[in-house]
């Protein structure tokens, strides 16, 4: 499981390429580094997933309106 630190997880930075009926994937266009002074999560996996997730949360928010 790879752990990247996504900085501007935002609706307008994904691309959706379909491949299929069913069947999609997304690419991030821009916003990737960790942009924090003291770059904890890329250390500690704890900070990293807390981090990780707060992002995805925050998009699905975005998505939802």
Do not use: M
């Not at 609706?11 to 069947?23: D, T, V, W």
């Not at 916003?31 to 900070?47: E, M, Q």
Request: net charge positive; aromatic share 12%.
């Amino acid at each position: 499981e790879q752990k990247l630190i996504v900085n501007d997880l935002n609706p307008s930075n994904l691309l959706c390429k379909f491949e299929g009926k069913n069947s999609f994937r997304l690419y991030l266009v821009d916003g990737l580094a960790n942009r924090d002074f003291i770059k904890l999560a890329d250390y500690v996996p704890t900070f990293a997933r807390a981090k990780i997730n707060r992002h995805w949360n925050r998009l699905l928010v975005k998505l939802c309106y």
